[in-house]
């Protein structure tokens, strides 16, 4: 068989209604480690599927055979993943390290500016891993927090050079000291506050 149709055929494993069952035995027969090189993790999948059995399949083998960077390219050279599907297992392990082992205990604030980092997508998809490692999953509570986190920067380029900035280095220099206060400050939406935000970014770098 082809690389392409075991990937096709493994990522609806991964999807199947019995897909921990079924890969529990694959692990077992010695059949998985000939899909993947990784050592797999059946309980912290089979946690994942029980909190979240509309998962995907992505997230599924993140779950299952991810926890850093390097893995997440062996899995794309041994399954010939898309790039889509790289880019999304790649972001969820780069995410994970980020988390405190015990994510449940984490100040709001750090996972709020976890999900602004990595994306509320992946920062969820992180978060679920990380707690199904301890066989429980994300509270509602937390959940709606991280969904709360703005998308993107409100300070731009264009807003500063407005005020008359000339062009040049120091532009992206302002913009990256005054989105790191902003996010420190645990993303104000108010305009003074973000003003008095901007206007000391420039005081430092202009």
Same mark, same amino acid.
């Given at each position: 068989?082809?690389?392409?149709?075991?990937?096709?055929?493994?990522? *609806?494993?991964?999807?199947?209604?019995?897909?921990?069952?079924?890969?529990?035995?694959?692990? @077992?027969?010695?059949?998985?480690?000939?899909?993947?090189?990784?050592?797999?993790?059946?309980?912290?999948?089979?946690?994942?599927?029980?909190?979240?059995?509309?998962?995907?399949?992505?997230?599924? !083998?993140?779950?299952?055979?991810?926890?850093?960077?390097? @893995?997440? @390219?062996?899995?794309?050279? *041994? !399954?010939? !993943?898309?790039?889509?599907?790289?880019?999304?297992? *790649?972001?969820?392990?780069?995410?994970?390290?980020?988390?405190?082992?015990?994510?449940?205990?984490? #100040?709001?604030?750090?996972?709020?500016?976890?999900?602004?980092?990595?994306?509320?997508?992946?920062?969820?998809?992180?978060?679920?891993?990380?707690?199904?490692?301890?066989?429980?999953?994300?509270?509602?509570?937390?959940?709606?927090?991280?969904?709360?986190?703005?998308?993107?920067?409100?300070?731009?380029?264009?807003?500063?050079?407005?005020?008359? !900035?000339?062009?040049?280095?120091?532009?992206?220099?302002?913009?990256?000291?005054?989105?790191? @206060?902003?996010? #420190?400050?645990?993303?104000?939406?108010?305009?003074?506050?973000?003003?008095?935000?901007?206007?000391?970014?420039?005081?430092?770098?202009?």
């Amino acid at each position: 068989l082809s690389r392409e149709r075991i990937r096709a055929e493994f990522l *609806k494993i991964l999807c199947s209604r019995r897909a921990v069952e079924t890969l529990a035995l694959m692990a @077992e027969t010695g059949i998985l480690p000939h899909v993947i090189d990784q050592s797999p993790d059946i309980n912290t999948l089979r946690h994942l599927v029980a909190f979240h059995p509309a998962s995907d399949a992505i997230l599924r !083998l993140a779950s299952l055979a991810v926890r850093s960077v390097p @893995e997440c @390219e062996s899995l794309r050279d *041994k !399954l010939r !993943l898309s790039n889509h599907e790289f880019a999304n297992l *790649k972001a969820i392990a780069t995410a994970l390290p980020a988390l405190p082992d015990t994510p449940e205990s984490a #100040a709001p604030q750090q996972l709020r500016a976890l999900a602004y980092r990595h994306g509320h997508t992946h920062a969820l998809d992180a978060l679920r891993i990380k707690l199904a490692l301890h066989g429980t999953t994300v509270p509602d509570s937390v959940r709606t927090l991280i969904e709360s986190v703005p998308d993107s920067c409100p300070f731009t380029g264009a807003m500063l050079l407005a005020t008359g !900035l000339a062009p040049g280095q120091h532009i992206g220099k302002i913009i990256t000291a005054a989105e790191t @206060e902003w996010i #420190a400050q645990d993303f104000p939406s108010d305009p003074a506050t973000r003003d008095t935000i901007l206007a000391n970014a420039v005081k430092q770098h202009a």
